[in-house]
């Protein structure tokens, strides 16, 4: 039987503890403050990086793709530890250009066996798809067995996070000035998803309060099996999860709570929360 590795990036936000326990190895993607450049979850972990964010006079992170290189030299290490084929996970293309170092790195190595899916989203939307391959892989499937289960799913991940600010949203050049201003103004917390692999908004509540029950709302309607939760330092994460469980019949215990980290964070800004659903 095939030893298949699952590989993931670090803007799938799997804490490394999580990573671990499932044996997913985790590329870092780069996010540099001014001119310090790091590795997102290796040289930065997610608290450092949401301390540097907050700090003030803070400038504002720019974040980048992981090289080919990278991803090269993580594929050879792991079939130099004895696996027959990898099966990387990656943020969705169109978020990205970390997927297309990937397939520049697997040209590299033209004799193994690498396949390579666009989840399509970001976050622990990429996380629990990676979570199921690796929950596949370790149950003895092929890596094209891994492969279809994933791709089977990718249409059943839903992504709704709630926005403190569209601030974020705008230096990191995902909606104009001129619309974060409006809402801005209007007190509006935006309601994110991610449609095709593309940020749109899911809804515009004017209050705190009813964005939370508009959230509740989006995500008892994509009939989750599994559950995790996001957020940018929110305080009050718990509250919700507790909420979500009542709300969704999924056990607490059986959801995630997950920092949202140095790759994703720059994008949605402190105070973000929100979660992951897959249905079955």
């Known amino acids: 039987m095939s030893r298949v590795a699952i590989v993931a990036d670090s803007a799938s936000d799997l804490a490394p503890d999580l990573a671990k ?34 700090a003030p006079g803070a400038p504002f992170p720019k974040t980048a793709a992981a090289a080919p290189g990278t991803f090269k030299e993580t594929f050879e290490g792991l079939f130099a530890s004895g696996v027959d084929e990898i099966v990387y996970v990656g943020v969705g293309s169109k978020l990205s250009a970390t997927l297309a170092s990937a397939k520049v790195a697997r040209e590299m190595l033209p004799d193994r066996k690498i396949h390579i899916v666009d989840s399509n989203t970001a ?15 370790a149950s003895g499937m092929s890596a094209e067995q891994v492969v279809a289960e994933v791709n089977g799913r990718l249409d059943r991940v839903r992504l709704y996070v709630v926005l403190e600010t569209l601030e974020y949203l705008k230096r990191g050049g995902r909606i104009s000035p001129a619309r ?18 593309v940020v749109e908004t899911a809804d515009r509540p004017r209050t705190r309060g009813r964005a939370r029950e508009r959230l509740v709302e989006l995500l008892v309607a994509a009939k989750p099996e599994r559950i995790a939760i996001l957020h940018g330092q929110a305080s ?27 790759s994703v964070g720059p994008h949605v800004g402190p105070g973000a929360y929100g979660a992951v659903t897959m249905s079955a």
């Open 180 to 197: 974060a201003a409006i809402g801005n103004v209007l007190s509006v917390k935006p309601i994110i998803t991610l449609e095709n692999g």
């Open 21 to 54: 326990a499932h044996d997913i190895t985790v590329v870092p993607l780069l996010v540099t403050f001014g001119d310090k450049e790091y590795r997102a979850g290796v040289d930065l972990s997610g608290d450092d990086f949401w301390r540097e964010l907050t």
């Open 236 to 262: 009050d994460i718990e509250a919700f999860a507790a909420e979500l469980a009542a709300a969704t019949g999924v056990p607490r215990e059986r959801m995630t709570i997950n920092l949202i980290g140095a």
């Open 123 to 137: 976050s622990m939307g990429t996380g629990l798809l990676a979570l199921l391959a690796a929950e596949k892989a």
